[in-house]
């Protein structure tokens, strides 16, 4: 009786290792590490950053082009394409991505567009209607925004 003891102290034993194998063998049930996995990559933001470039030059509350400031600026295709290139490496940044921002910082690229709060806050909340429409957990979403905010004092004129 006693080897068979063992023996069935052994199967369990390896049953046991075999499950937790299973559950950490990079099969794709994971969490992805970054915020900037969860959120699909690089072609999910850009996605993204699409939508709300839409959405926040649709929306006056925005302002996005600085209309009467003296920051004020065409939305060109170029125009366009430059500012989603910054978009999409700052979002990749902030998110752990591997596009690192190279633009101005924060505070220099803002100056003199006398963003508001409720402009800032308007063009969040396009921001967050776009990562709802690409379906973004809520989790996720919730924390980029935070990250997002976290450059309000810069981007806000006084």
Same mark, same amino acid.
């Given at each position: 009786? /006693?080897?068979?003891?063992?023996?069935?102290?052994?199967?369990?034993?390896?049953?046991?290792?075999?499950?937790?194998?299973?559950?950490?063998?990079?099969?794709?049930?994971?969490? /992805?590490?970054?915020?900037?996995?969860?959120?699909?990559?690089?072609?999910?933001?850009?996605?993204?950053?699409?939508?709300?470039?839409?959405?926040?030059?649709?929306?006056?509350?925005?302002?996005?082009?600085?209309?009467?400031? /003296?920051?004020?600026?065409?939305?060109? /295709?170029?125009?366009?394409?430059?500012?989603?290139? @910054?978009?999409?490496?700052?979002?990749?940044?902030?998110?752990?991505?591997?596009?690192?921002?190279?633009?101005?910082?924060?505070?220099?690229? @803002?100056?003199?567009?006398?963003?508001?709060?409720?402009?800032?806050?308007?063009?969040?909340?396009?921001?967050?209607?776009?990562?709802?429409?690409?379906?973004?957990?809520?989790?996720?979403?919730?924390?980029?925004?935070?990250?997002?905010?976290?450059?309000?004092?810069?981007?806000?004129?006084?």
């Amino acid at each position: 009786m /006693p080897v068979l003891k063992s023996a069935a102290c052994l199967a369990m034993c390896l049953l046991l290792l075999l499950l937790c194998a299973c559950a950490s063998d990079g099969d794709g049930d994971a969490a /992805p590490s970054t915020l900037y996995d969860r959120l699909g990559g690089g072609e999910a933001i850009e996605l993204v950053v699409d939508d709300f470039l839409e959405r926040a030059l649709a929306n006056e509350d925005v302002n996005f082009t600085r209309q009467g400031t /003296p920051a004020q600026w065409e939305a060109t /295709p170029a125009n366009l394409a430059r500012v989603k290139k @910054h978009l999409v490496a700052f979002i990749s940044e902030v998110t752990d991505g591997p596009v690192k921002y190279a633009g101005k910082d924060m505070k220099s690229a @803002h100056a003199g567009m006398k963003i508001t709060d409720k402009e800032f806050y308007t063009a969040a909340a396009e921001l967050e209607a776009s990562l709802i429409k690409y379906e973004v957990k809520q989790v996720d979403r919730a924390e980029l925004m935070q990250r997002v905010a976290a450059t309000r004092s810069e981007i806000v004129g006084k």
